[in-house]
């Protein structure tokens, strides 16, 4: 069984909402605003790429991502790696084709069923709403976590409101930064 990892940049009241930027959110940008550059507080980003054998995607994360990354060298052990998008609407033809194979899945089954296949680590950059719906479904098996020092109120949010039994995690890795950043990564106990 493949693990599933959940990576997100995470304000300190769980709001993952425009960490980099994104047009019509009030604090777009706010892991770069006010927060000091600390290299080796993203250090566990070039891991996941070295670790990371397919990615999986919500279709708005993916339409953000698909443009930008291909082209970045900060990425480029993404781009030969097999991705995958959950999404009921989008369509073969809006798939970019400089980023590797990519599938379109339509359903949490199908996502459990990507992950009972071979191979290693699946990643999920951003998709919120994905995550939260992955979450309850017990699909995520890891979460790789840089909670940084700042209250935003309002935004989406990394985990979901649904009322639910209680999820044990086990905290596996953590480092605190100068920067105030956390590292934190989490398995999920089954």
Same mark, same amino acid.
């Given at each position: @069984? ?8 995470? *304000? ?12 019509? /959110? ?6 770069? $605003?006010? #927060? ?13 790429? %070295?670790?990371?054998?397919? @990615? ?5 994360? /993916?339409?953000?991502? *698909? ?11 993404? $781009?030969?790696?097999? %991705?995958?998008?959950? *999404? ?6 809006? &798939? ?18 990507? $992950? ?7 990643? @999920?950059?951003?998709?919120?709403? &994905? ?8 699909? #995520? ?14 935004? $989406?949010?990394?985990? *979901?409101?649904?009322? %639910?039994?209680?999820? %044990? &995690? ?12 956390? @590292? ?7």
């Amino acid at each position: @069984m493949r693990t599933l990892i959940s990576t997100a940049f995470v *304000s300190l009241d769980g709001v993952v909402e425009a960490p980099g930027g994104e047009a019509g /959110y009030r604090n777009a940008g706010w892991t770069f $605003k006010d #927060i000091e550059f600390v290299p080796e507080a993203y250090e566990i980003k070039g891991r996941e790429q %070295k670790e990371a054998s397919a @990615m999986l995607f919500g279709r708005t994360s /993916y339409e953000a991502f *698909s443009p930008v990354w291909p082209a970045m060298e900060e990425f480029a052990d993404y $781009k030969p790696l097999p %991705k995958y998008v959950v *999404s009921t609407t989008l369509t073969d033809d809006a &798939l970019v084709s400089d980023w590797g194979d990519t599938t379109i899945l339509r359903s949490l089954d199908e996502v459990a069923a990507l $992950k009972e296949t071979d191979g290693g680590p699946i990643i @999920m950059h951003g998709s919120a709403t &994905l995550n939260r719906a992955l979450s309850d479904a017990g699909l #995520i098996d890891r979460y790789h976590l840089l909670v940084f020092p700042v209250l935003l109120g309002a935004g $989406k949010r990394l985990f *979901s409101e649904t009322d %639910k039994d209680a999820q %044990k &995690l086990k905290l596996v890795e953590h480092e605190a930064y100068s920067n105030g950043i956390q @590292m934190n990564v989490f398995d999920v106990v089954r």
